[in-house]
């Protein structure tokens, strides 16, 4: 017998009984979007690798460790794109989308990275994201994370995510926080890990992500990067946190906030979640003021965010149980003898032209009446439908509702009617 084959680890598969919650939860967001103003934009899920050293930086876990790189046929090095954001700004500059201009960007799809899969980290994960280029003010940061905030509230999930939110500074008040990282490694180089050890120089920052609790209680020493903050960078951080104040979004400052990808600066955020494990962070993003400018493009102000599809599902799905269950159908159309089959493909059509909102399934590979009524069942049906050859003599059809067992005969010609009466569905 031959092997069956496996997909990738870490690679899922999305079955029926899951996509129609993805559907749900991707229509609700895009709505939600396009009254916010933002269209959007698709993009390669291949890039040149140097798009993702250059933007998301050489010293992050997800350039050293995580990336599907590989040679194209010509030698060339691509890679399969591990997040969205330096995609979006490498088209917008390619494109003219962002000289002088507001632009706010949304986009879909796969992402892949090359982690340790576990529930809610997959090697290929979908995220939905959002980048508004050309606005600088803490406004702009407060109105995208409304955006955010509204997400989970018509999602009916406010009360198990909550908002954690920093500020990094600008470039320069970086330089002093790093060195002030540096200086107490220094002095506690026994205490570091190997990781820690490589990026104590190269991105110091970085350090702040440990996971290792010796090195996590060595940097409680060190001041919180707020004091290191120019008056701007402060300046903007705290209308950010006024605004919030005003509109009502609660939050959280968490100094050790940085984000693992080096593009960053200003605003950061994280909606994270404590339903789900480890694997709580939702939706991440900020303030990436200068990426445009490192990409060639004229220096333009910008931030966004992604959400990770599948952690958002698994957290709906959560509070949600019964938004699994398999969607059922309207109408299940069932024909018994000679010449019926025929004529319920006609039917069948002349429905969908007269009822195209309803979810219809006519019988294929006969049967008696007995196993037609089982695969309705088995459907879900709220009704069915049908047609024998006495039917059809007399141009009429059964209509019976399978919940209550009540059923009636209906002319062909009103059996539309009929049935959008009985479903109560209004004419469009
Ligand atoms: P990120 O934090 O790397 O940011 O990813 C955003 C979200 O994607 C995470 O919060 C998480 O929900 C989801 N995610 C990340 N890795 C995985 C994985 N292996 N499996 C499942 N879900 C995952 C970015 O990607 C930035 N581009 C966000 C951004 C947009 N910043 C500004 N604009």
Redesign the pocket.
């Known amino acids: 017998m031959t092997k069956t084959i496996q997909a990738i680890r870490g690679m899922n598969d999305y079955l029926p009984s899951d996509t129609s919650v993805y559907q749900y939860v991707e229509n609700r967001i895009k709505k939600v979007l396009l009254s916010y103003g933002f269209s959007e934009i698709r993009l390669p899920v291949i890039e040149p690798t140097i798009l993702f050293t250059h933007a998301i930086g050489d010293i992050t876990d997800v350039v050293e460790k995580e990336m599907y790189t590989f040679n194209d046929r010509r030698g060339k090095s691509v890679t399969l794109r591990p997040?969205?954001?330096a995609g979006c700004v490498r088209a917008g500059i390619s494109n003219g989308l962002l000289y002088n201009q507001e632009q706010r960007l949304w986009y879909m799809g796969p992402m892949f990275?090359y982690?340790r899969p576990q529930k809610?980290?997959?090697?290929q994960?979908y995220?939905i994201?959002a980048?508004i280029f050309g606005l600088q003010g803490p406004d702009i940061d407060a109105d995208l994370i409304m955006m955010t905030a509204r997400f989970w509230k018509i999602l009916g999930i406010s009360d198990c995510i909550h908002l954690e939110l920093n500020s990094i500074g600008s470039l320069e008040s970086r330089k002093h926080y790093n060195h002030a990282i540096i200086r107490l490694l220094e002095k506690n180089v026994q205490v570091l890990d190997e990781d820690c050890k490589r990026r104590m120089y190269s991105n110091p920052l970085r350090v702040l992500d440990t996971k290792n609790p010796a090195i996590q209680a060595l940097l409680d020493n060190i001041p919180p990067i707020k004091n290191y903050l120019d008056d701007e960078s402060y300046e903007h951080f705290n209308k950010l946190c006024r605004l919030l104040d005003i509109t009502g979004i609660s939050y959280h400052v968490n100094q050790r906030l940085v984000?693992?990808?080096d593009y960053y600066n200003n605003t950061v955020f994280?909606w994270v979640t404590n339903s789900l494990g480890a694997?709580g962070?939702?939706?991440?993003?900020?303030r990436?003021d200068c990426l445009v400018k490192l990409l060639g493009g004229r220096h333009t102000p910008a931030?966004?965010?992604?959400?990770?599809l599948?952690?958002l599902v698994l957290l709906v799905q959560k509070t949600f149980p019964e938004i699994t269950k398999p969607q059922s159908i309207d109408l299940y159309l069932i024909a018994v003898g000679k010449g019926t089959e025929h004529a319920m493909l006609l039917l069948s059509e002349n429905l969908r032209n007269e009822l195209p909102e309803l979810k219809i399934i006519q019988n294929f590979g006969g049967g008696n009446f007995r196993k037609q009524f089982s695969r309705a069942h088995k459907y879900g049906a709220r009704f069915v439908l049908i047609l024998g050859e006495s039917e059809i003599a007399h141009h009429h059809c059964i209509i019976k509702n399978l919940c209550n067992g009540k059923q009636q005969i209906v002319p062909l010609s009103q059996a539309s009617y009929i049935i959008r009466l009985l479903l109560n569905i209004s004419k469009k």
């Open positions: 997040e969205g954001t990275r982690e809610g980290r997959y090697r994960f995220q994201g980048e984000r693992g990808l994280e694997q962070t939702i939706c991440a993003g900020g990436y931030i966004g965010f992604a959400i990770g599948e952690r």
